[in-house]
């Protein structure tokens, strides 16, 4: 990027925060933009022929020829994304060929499903796992630390829909602790009016408990197999920053001070880690949010990683581009948000 | 000519708001052979000086010159200047690659500067610190503080330089092995026909080891003087003064 | 009169690669209400001892000792929640190094009052009060100001202060300062110690003072024990240390280089391996 | 030389060549690791695991790829077949022992592939910095925020399935994190005074990077890749579930496992056997992880 | 579980692109769209081998010259917007499939209507429908296309209101139904669910399930979980250890029809070895038939060597072929073949890759080395319609239930030049110029004899099963499995799609 002389000019036009954020800004728009040319170029490139997506097996070369052209496929590939740029940055990710209505309306009916659900996994993830962290730190090398270690690792190796079909079975089809695939039963859906499109959210807003058991019971099973991965993750790391701070002398101090153990744990030594976890937290939610395949398709969830890959697998190369970016624009975000908190949390980041 | 020139040196770093100037119109001259020390409180620019010297500070205006000659703005120098101007840090600790045994930082040094002949050089350094050559091949771990700061030496001495730079080369070492220390340079001084440049805060060190001395608060040199006025407790400036009268040490009042 | 302190054949022992590694190898001493000095080399045991004492040694270490006496209590013979009620109490330690002693995301204002809140039950604006006023007593002028920063905002000296200020805030009994004064501008030094010299002068505060400073040590202290490797070699009087006898002390006093007159070359101190072997020096 | 002779050899103080002290350096962490009993058995898995894939042939009771469709879905404990068969009735034992083959090529390739390019992208960046950093550091953000999956299949979808190409396309995905970490590492060691003394020998930023920076950054990039083992055997498993990984009928465990997961309510056994091949690898390369940050963290040598 | 007047079935949805009946082209979305629209004659889901019956036209009358079939329309139809159902709307959804010229047009051009002459060729008259075609066509082969999806009546006030840009209604209409089924479309979310409700007016009378949701569950385990919960009515696709995993349970019956595609592979006659007779031979000797349908596919294929679906008009049931080692190795011997070495393409579903593994396996008995190349549906297509695969194994499904469907695609091929460009048709995919079979299946169409022409297309697959390059392997079955008290369901066996209007519990 060409630097512009800003000399002569009185430095207070631009105050710090401004040029600060300018530059957040500025990177973030860099990196969506690179982003959104990467998927293009992945899609165009790809030997997988959009038209074909559209107009099936059977079409004639003619049909086929038409919507190639109806497509704009025929125009240079620069002058495609150019125009794919214009309408993305007028909010028009243009029509999804699976399901014959904007990407933007698709996006907007399956992201929420899969930020409720990777949210509420987030939550059961954090819960579980950073204790279980902290307690491995502590007692490294005890049994506890060593248990701790084959769960999350539990939770690394075993395929996600291995576990989910195995909880299915069992909390679904033996115990009927859970309620089954799907985000609501059937004949709770469409009863709450789609405020967020989150129906836990919805349903609490509109009061109806019943739909709100009945959603919770359906999404508590994914979200804790969620949860369990992200715990995995989040322990672990907890456990190797624990480790660094505990060996911290301020530690010492902190007992020196006569503190009981249980305070210096998590008075002194977490209050240390809080920054790093967040940066892994934000990473494994955005990780979440990116979409687990698997979970939705073995939950039956219409999340927006079954949506993008449906997409990718079909060359609905409008829908893969709108999944891409909004999951590119939530995961630069994420990033911009823990750098803030960061900021926030850690006195010494200024 | 001298063998150091600093004229109107200013150092900062950072930018705008953040901008800390650092030395502020410093000048001074070394002159060949001696032995010149920089003291003053903490923070009061010392090392940067010497950083700003060998290109590690980045941002500096005013002239510096080595034996006269100017040195080029900005942070390059050129492998001349190295060969000249040589350095030893602070921290024995913190100035050897925790993964490369002594022999590997000898000969990585001398195959910088050119020499062919690394195997009896590197014993040879190893003995004019006073290293024998059992230490050649351990690992930073495996030395003292004082070991270190040996090879730290051995190091900067491997281009045979005519200028030395020393950053407080003892004070994170014990009063035992500072001795050691301060007698090697001191030899190596004479041996080597060495100038030295060198900072400290210990008023009996400096006092110990160079004729000129320079006091230094805030990034300003307040007053450059004489050893033996040093000793006389005849202080020009009111903080050389506060400075002397505290290193004294301490009476129960 | 029982002492405040009774130590007896204190070791501190860490398990290695190359076997098990002895830091602290059978240290006696006791200390009234005094100022006792404790110098030596680096690695000698001085902060190894300070931390035995308040069974503060992390394993794998490992601390034995006949006894521990606090005013006659064992403190071996304590049990971890009752340590607790000693830590910070009753005994306090300054630690070497302010830099990574004091917790980098809590302001300072926030250590100093939980120091004092876990001792005792006053209310928050109290614990506040009482940290300014132990800030201000180790000379740091700006005291708001500094409650209400973090420990990296400090420069060392001040980071150090601040570590004497939170250990003196619960009234200890006893005080081991390790190397409190190393970052301090000599005059701020000063001041420091003379704080130091007031608590143990008027309250009757004991004082255990590890340093590296012969000089500082002689003109501080009553006492100083001079430890090598891990063992006391010799103890004496603080303003006799200058006529110490013991030939590793005699070389740590000759190595110095002088202010007042040039030397040519220093004295370089010989070790004798026999020093390291010789029983340490006890009370009795 | 008697074995003490050879142990005070490697254990001393000082050694007299470089290759004593090459080799005493290695011994010490060997000991260090020795010591450590879960890294151990970690290593003895993986020791293992190589055997079985070197002797497979040996090994292996049943041709892997012999097919049986009488026999199929044979349960656990059937005779000649200790971990049943498939679903075209082949012999789970002896492919899990034949894929154990691609299981160790994958995570050797990805793990060759991804930590270099993160290495060396992360250390010049980090050292390098101003608008270098800016780039490298944008086209990692990029990296990074791609949906992983799309990455992956993109890239296995532009050059074909296969075991090489899924390869490929999970290091693609992989490499950014370890960028983010090699370049954090590089920004803490390149102002340090020993890099300054090197630089104060008028050594270039490419001799800094390679003979400096790397070897300190690699080795917590190593713990970083063993503790990853289990996730890229995973992502190849994922690839291979939306078949685009190892193609059939390589006995790769991910492909086995998706196979497997058509009959996991009533045949659990057929996907659980290579699910647990995969769980025992990946606890082996995390024990070794452990194990290895202990070694070779700096801060750990005394 | 689920209520008494509300049908819940879980089905994978995901290839509905659209519901716009000249549009879709999907077997999900004929599904749907099958249960909203009626058409100008149709099957009566409960008794399908009668053939297609009078629905929305009542009568119809063929011409002197076998050229137009006047249609007089049913009296007293509403759509369901409440419009009545006339020869104008019939007109019009004609045409406008036509003119709209999508996926599925070709079943209403091959009788050589264009966008600029079907005003002309489909005209009103007397407030009858009048249907010309290019040539005399079989009748039956008209009216079956006309039980096609495309041959839907839509609700022309409705449609062209939501007229966007000249699309005659396509982008609303892909989201909304307009048409005088059994049931209106309430909501269609894409990946998650279809819901119907039934139409009280429905001219057969109201159908007994009020609610229709249709959701879509992709894994078989899921759905056969929710099945046993009673979470659904119906499971339609349990894989054949699902169904046999249900089938011994209480309350849960099995209901097996025979579908209309087929599963087959076929040989690239680029590949100069694969262009000699005896290799197309021997290659069908080398497929375990009987292994495959008695393991992996148990109870979901059957074996079918021929290009018509049984059930379709003219289909056979011989099956000479089965696997032969030593009579393939003879054959390839005699053809003087050997060392084969072939890439064969595969979607990446779970039993197609199966299919291709025992191929691989039986192949490589006969000396034959077979690589497989799995890829998604759109790759390995896209490949396939490039003549670029030398084996490509996948499935065709009859699009119209007329045997013309079939027999213009595997053995009918026009021009076998690269440049041609046919890639509708299979046998142009497979460079294969089918060797004087084209005139016979053209021949067939116009014949307007029954069982004449039932026995021209019995002669062709004899032809064809000898000497063409494709070796069909097998004939789909569906397996539903559902709760006991679900009757009168049908999927629509291999000619048509499933019907809910029947349905009771
Ligand atoms: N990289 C840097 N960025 C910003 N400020 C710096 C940097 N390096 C040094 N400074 C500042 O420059 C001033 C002078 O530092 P310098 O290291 O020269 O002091 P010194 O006299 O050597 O002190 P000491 O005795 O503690 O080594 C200090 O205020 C310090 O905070
Ligand atoms: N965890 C440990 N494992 C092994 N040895 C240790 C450990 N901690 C400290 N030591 C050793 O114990 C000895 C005594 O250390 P101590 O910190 O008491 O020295 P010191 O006298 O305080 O030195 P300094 O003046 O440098 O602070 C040193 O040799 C040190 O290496
Ligand atoms: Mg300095
Ligand atoms: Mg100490
Ligand atoms: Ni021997």
């Not at chain 5, 297609?52 to 036209?57: E, K, M, V, Y």
């Not at chain 5, 840009?165 to 609303?172: K, L």
């Not at chain 5, 909304?176 to 009280?200: I, M, Q």
């Amino acid at each position: 990027m060409a630097d512009r002389k800003t000399e002569g000019r009185p430095r207070a036009l631009f105050p710090r925060w401004l040029l600060r954020s300018g530059v957040t800004v500025g990177s973030i728009a860099v990196t969506m933009l690179g982003l959104l040319f990467v998927t293009f170029m992945i899609g165009r490139v790809m030997p997988v022929d959009p038209v074909l997506a559209i107009v099936g097996d059977r079409a004639s070369a003619e049909v086929y020829q038409q919507v190639y052209e109806r497509l704009g496929l025929d125009r240079p590939l620069i002058v495609q994304f150019a125009i794919y740029l214009g309408d993305v940055v007028r909010g028009d990710f243009g029509m999804s060929i699976l399901t014959a209505r904007p990407v933007a309306e698709d996006i907007a009916r399956v992201f929420p499903a899969t930020l409720e659900l990777a949210t509420l996994g987030t939550v059961i993830g954090v819960a579980f796992g950073v204790p279980l962290g902290v307690v491995a730190a502590v007692r490294r090398g005890s049994w506890i630390d060593q248990i701790a270690r084959v769960v999350a690792l539990v939770g690394y190796s075993m395929p996600i829909f291995w576990l989910g079909l195995m909880g299915l079975l069992i909390f679904y089809g033996i115990l009927g602790w859970v309620g089954g695939p799907g985000r609501v039963s059937i004949f709770y859906a469409d009863m709450v009016p789609p405020v967020t499109g989150m129906i836990l959210v919805d349903s609490a807003l509109d009061g109806n408990w019943t739909v709100f058991r009945d959603a919770l019971s359906h999404i508590v099973l994914p979200a804790a197999l969620l949860g369990y991965y992200s715990l995995a993750y989040i322990s672990r790391m907890t456990r190797s920053f624990m480790l660094e701070q505990l060996s911290a002398e301020y530690v010492t101090t902190a007992r020196v001070k006569g503190m009981s153990e249980w305070a210096v744990i998590w008075g002194h030594a977490f209050r240390n880690i809080r920054v790093q976890l967040i940066t892994v937290v934000a990473l494994s939610y955005a990780g979440l949010l990116e979409g687990s395949v698997l979970t939705e398709i073995i939950f039956s969830w219409p999340g927006i990683g079954s949506y993008i890959t449906t997409a990718l697998l079909s060359a609905d190369m409008n829908a893969v581009l709108g999944g891409t970016v909004v999951v590119g624009l939530v995961f630069v975000l994420l990033n911009v948000a823990s750098d803030l908190l960061y900021k926030f949390l850690d006195p010494r980041a200024k | 000519m001298s063998a150091l020139s600093f004229k109107d040196l200013d150092v900062w770093f950072g930018e705008g708001r953040d901008r800390v100037d650092a030395v502020r119109g410093a000048s001074f001259e070394v002159a060949p052979g001696e032995s010149f020390g920089l003291v003053g409180e903490s923070g009061s620019g010392k090392s940067t000086i010497m950083r700003a010297l060998t290109g590690l500070a980045p941002h500096w205006s005013g002239r510096m010159a080595v034996n006269g000659r100017d040195v080029p703005p900005g942070k390059r120098r050129d492998r001349a200047f190295y060969k000249t101007v040589q350095m030893v840090f602070q921290d024995p600790y913190a100035s050897l690659h925790p993964r490369q045994s002594v022999d590997q930082v000898l000969s990585e040094t001398l195959y910088l500067h050119g020499f062919r002949d690394v195997e009896p050089r590197i014993e040879r350094l190893l003995d004019d610190v006073g290293l024998g050559p059992t230490f050649r091949f351990r690992y930073p771990h495996q030395l003292s503080g004082g070991q270190r700061q040996r090879v730290a030496i051995a190091r900067a001495l491997a281009p045979e330089p005519a200028i030395l730079l020393l950053d407080e080369p003892t004070s994170a070492l014990d009063v035992s092995v500072q001795a050691e220390i301060l007698n090697l340079l001191t030899d190596l001084r004479t041996e080597h026909d060495l100038t030295f440049l060198m900072v400290s805060h210990d008023l009996a060190v400096v006092a110990h080891m160079c004729e000129r001395i320079a006091v230094m608060r805030a990034g300003e040199i307040v007053e450059v003087m004489g050893v033996d006025e040093m000793r006389a407790m005849r202080p020009g400036h009111p903080y050389t003064q506060s400075l002397l009268e505290a290193s004294l040490g301490y009476h129960r009042g | 009169m029982t002492d405040l302190l009774d130590v007896k054949d204190l070791w501190v022992r860490f398990p290695t690669r190359k076997g098990q590694f002895d830091a602290v190898r059978g240290v006696s001493f006791r200390l009234g209400r005094e100022r006792l000095g404790i110098v030596g080399e680096s690695g000698s045991g001085k902060s190894m001892t300070g931390r035995a004492i308040l069974r503060l040694i992390r394993a794998p270490g490992q601390v034995e000792a006949a006894h521990i006496k606090l005013d006659g209590e064992d403190l071996l013979q304590k049990s971890e929640v009752e340590m607790r009620a000693v830590r910070g109490q009753r005994i306090s330690m300054v630690m070497q190094d302010p830099k990574f002693s004091l917790n980098p995301v809590m302001t300072v204002g926030d250590q100093l009052i939980e120091a004092y809140r876990l001792h005792a039950k006053g209310t928050r604006a109290e614990a506040r009060a009482k940290a300014i006023e132990m800030l201000e007593a180790v000379s740091i002028r700006d005291a708001e100001r500094v409650m209400r920063a973090y420990p990296h905002e400090m420069s060392g000296g001040m980071g150090q202060r601040i570590m004497i200020a939170m250990m003196l805030i619960p009234d200890p009994e006893l005080l081991i300062a390790d190397e409190p004064t190393s970052a301090l501008d000599v005059s701020v030094q000063a001041q420091v110690l003379q704080i130091l010299d007031r608590l143990v002068q008027d309250r009757g505060m004991g004082l255990i003072f590890i340093s590296h400073d012969l000089n500082l040590v002689a003109q501080f202290c009553d006492r100083v024990l001079i430890m090598y490797a891990g063992r006391v070699v010799e103890t004496c009087d603080a303003a006799r240390l200058h006529e110490a006898t013991h030939p590793y002390t005699r070389g740590l006093l000759n190595s110095l280089p002088r202010f007042d007159a040039p030397q040519g070359r220093l004295e370089v101190l010989k070790r004798d391996p026999a020093w390291a072997e010789a029983p340490s020096v006890g009370p009795e | 030389m008697s074995g003490t002779a050879w142990r005070e050899w490697l254990l001393t103080d000082t050694p007299h060549s470089r290759m004593q002290a090459r080799a005493a350096a290695l011994y010490q962490g060997w000991l260090a690791f020795r010591s450590n009993t879960l890294a151990m058995f970690g290593l003895g898995i993986l020791v293992f695991l190589l055997a079985v894939a070197a002797f497979a042939p040996v090994i292996a009771p049943h041709d892997p790829y012999y097919q049986d469709l009488a026999n199929r879905l044979q349960p656990l404990g059937t005779e000649g077949h200790s971990l049943g068969t498939d679903s075209l009735g082949r012999d789970i034992l002896s492919r899990l022992i034949y894929g154990s083959r691609i299981t160790l090529y994958i995570v050797a390739l990805v793990a060759l592939i991804a930590p270099v390019a993160g290495l060396i992208v992360g250390t010049v960046a980090g050292y390098v910095g101003g608008w270098v950093d800016m780039v490298l550091m944008r086209i990692t953000d990029i990296f990074l925020a791609f949906p992983r999956l799309v990455l992956a299949l993109a890239f296995v979808a532009a050059l074909g399935a296969g075991i090489e190409n899924a390869v490929l396309a999970i290091s693609l995905t992989a490499w950014p994190p370890y960028a983010r970490i090699a370049r954090a590492e590089t920004l803490t060691i390149r102002n340090s005074d020993y890099i300054s003394a090197v630089r104060l020998q008028g050594a270039g930023p490419l001799r800094i990077i390679t003979k400096h920076i790397w070897p300190l950054c690699i080795s917590s990039l190593i713990v970083r890749v063993t503790l990853d083992m289990a996730g890229i055997i995973l992502a190849a498993a994922g690839l291979g579930f939306l078949g685009l990984g190892a193609q059939p009928p390589s006995p790769e465990w991910g492909a086995m496992i998706s196979e497997g997961r058509r009959f996991i309510l009533d045949h659990w056994w057929v996907a659980t056997m290579p699910g647990l091949a995969i769980f025992t690898v990946s606890l082996a390369f995390n024990l070794l992880g452990d194990g290895l940050r202990d070694v070779l963290d700096p801060k750990s040598e005394k | 579980e689920t209520p008494a007047n509300m049908l819940v079935i879980a089905t994978r949805i995901d290839d509905i692109t659209s519901l716009d009946p000249a549009q879709s082209f999907e077997f999900s979305g004929g599904d749907v769209i099958r249960n909203l629209y009626g058409k100008l004659v149709n099957f009566d889901p409960l008794n399908l081998e009668a053939g297609f019956q009078p629905d929305l036209a009542e009568s119809w009358e063929v011409s002197e010259d076998g050229r137009t079939i006047t249609f007089t329309m049913r009296e007293g139809v509403n759509f369901e917007s409440g419009n009545p159902v006339t020869a104008e709307d019939a007109a019009f959804s004609l045409r406008r499939a036509v003119k709209l010229n999508l996926n599925p047009s070709f079943i209403l051009t091959q009788f050589g209507l264009t966008a600029d002459n079907v005003d002309e060729m489909i005209r009103v008259e007397d407030g009858k429908l009048k249907l010309t075609t290019d040539k005399a066509y079989a009748t039956s082969f008209v009216l079956n296309c006309l039980t096609a999806n495309i041959g839907s009546i839509v609700d022309m006030q409705t449609v062209m209101a939501n007229e966007q840009n000249g699309d005659m209604g396509n982008a609303w209409l892909s989201t909304h139904s307009a048409g005088s089924g059994a049931y209106r479309l309430v909501s269609w979310k894409p990946n998650e669910s279809v819901t119907l409700a039934a139409n009280p007016d429905f001219h057969e009378g109201a159908p007994a399930m009020e609610r229709v949701v249709v959701r879509h569950v992709q894994e078989s385990a899921t759905q056969r979980l929710l099945l046993e919960r009673g979470d659904i009515d119906i499971a339609r696709n349990l894989n054949p250890e699902d169904i046999a995993g249900v089938s011994g349970r209480d309350g849960v019956k099995i209901q097996e029809e025979l579908k209309g595609y087929l599963m087959y592979f076929s040989l690239n006659q680029k590949v100069p070895e694969l262009a000699k007779p005896e290799v197309r031979q021997a290659f069908k000797y080398m497929v375990d038939y009987e292994g495959m349908a008695n393991s992996f596919l148990k109870g979901q294929y059957t074996v079918q060597q021929n290009f018509l679906p049984r059930s379709y008009l003219g289909s056979v049931d011989e099956n000479p072929f089965s696997l032969d080692i030593e009579k393939a190795k003879a054959l390839l011997a005699e053809a003087g073949v050997e060392g084969l070495e072939l890439e064969i393409g595969v979607r990446e579903v779970q039993d197609r890759m199966e299919i291709a593994q025992s191929l691989q396996n039986t192949f490589a008995q006969a000396g034959v080395k077979l690589n497989i190349t799995v890829g998604t549906g759109a790759q390995i297509l896209g490949r396939y319609r490039a003549r670029e695969l030398d084996v490509y194994l996948g499935t065709w499904g009859p699009d119209y239930p007329d045997p013309q469907t079939n027999a213009s695609t595997f053995a009918w091929n026009a021009d076998n030049s690269d440049e041609a460009q046919l890639t509708g048709v299979l046998a142009w995919r497979n460079s294969w110029d089918a060797a004087g079979l084209t005139e016979k299946v053209d021949a067939a169409v116009v014949e307007n004899d029954t069982e004449t022409r039932a026995q021209m297309y019995r002669d062709i697959q004899a032809e064809f099963r000898e000497t063409s390059p494709f070796a069909i392997m097998f004939q789909n079955i569906e397996q539903s499995a559902m709760s006991e008290n679900v009757a009168n369901f049908t999927t629509g066996q291999a000619i048509m799609d499933a019907a809910y209007w029947e349905v009771t519990k």
